[in-house]
């Protein structure tokens, strides 16, 4: 699978079933973050890859109610970071920048594997980071979903979830964000 093939066929799966966790995958997955690129090369983005049965079903107690489909997740990658450990430059955070950036990454190498790894902000912070021993002063991003896609419809979906395992959901057109030289030139089809 090439950059772009995997760019295309990563999507938010929530219909899971289980995969194996290996050193392997985790030490693959790290080493994919380890060579994103940062300001300065500060590196801010830090990693907790939850796999143990019994720590996953505790870290489920601060999923928020939409998102119960999670509950068949193999492992739970906790994505977090302090505005501490990277650039400020101004008004210009990069902490957010870069630990996306990372992700982003590890994402598309889950996706070449053939795994879902789709990641959610829909569940308690503060919980969360108790569970998993965050210090308090760094912000829990987001968490990222792993398993492999089902091709069964996890019946606990809404139905616009549902129609979600079957298309993509709407994009905006290259319109709504492209500008072209100048934000005063907006890219438009002739
Ligand atoms: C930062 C972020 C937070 C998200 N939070 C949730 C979430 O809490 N629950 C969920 O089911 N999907 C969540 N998603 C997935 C998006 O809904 C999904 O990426 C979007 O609908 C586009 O679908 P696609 O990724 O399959 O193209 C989140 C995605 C991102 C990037």
């Not at 219909?15 to 380890?34: C, G, Q």
């Not at 990069?94 to 992700?103: C, K, M, Q």
């Not at 879902?116 to 569970?131: R, W």
Request: proline share 4%.
């Amino acid at each position: 699978m090439n950059v772009k093939e995997a760019i295309e066929s990563r999507r938010a799966y929530r219909s899971l079933d289980p995969v194996e966790i290996r050193e392997e995958l985790i030490l693959d997955l790290a080493n994919t973050v380890k060579i994103a690129p940062s300001c300065g090369n500060k590196q801010p983005w830090r990693y907790i890859f939850v796999y143990e049965k019994e720590r996953l079903r505790v870290l489920f107690t601060a999923l928020s109610e939409g998102n119960k489909w999670v509950e068949k997740a193999s492992m739970i990658i906790a994505v977090f970071s302090t505005l501490k450990n990277d650039c400020i430059i101004g008004k210009r955070l990069y902490y957010l920048f870069d630990t996306g950036l990372a992700t982003a990454f590890l994402i598309l190498r889950a996706t070449e594997l053939g795994l879902v790894a789709h990641p959610i902000a829909g569940f308690k912070e503060g919980l969360a980071k108790e569970i998993l021993k965050i210090p308090d002063d760094m912000r829990l991003i987001t968490l990222v979903i792993v398993g492999k896609h089902s091709k069964e419809v996890n019946p606990v979906l809404s139905d616009s979830m549902k129609l979600g395992e079957k298309q993509r959901p709407p994009r905006k057109k290259l319109e709504d964000f492209l500008f072209l030289n100048s934000y005063e030139n907006r890219f438009s089809i002739e």
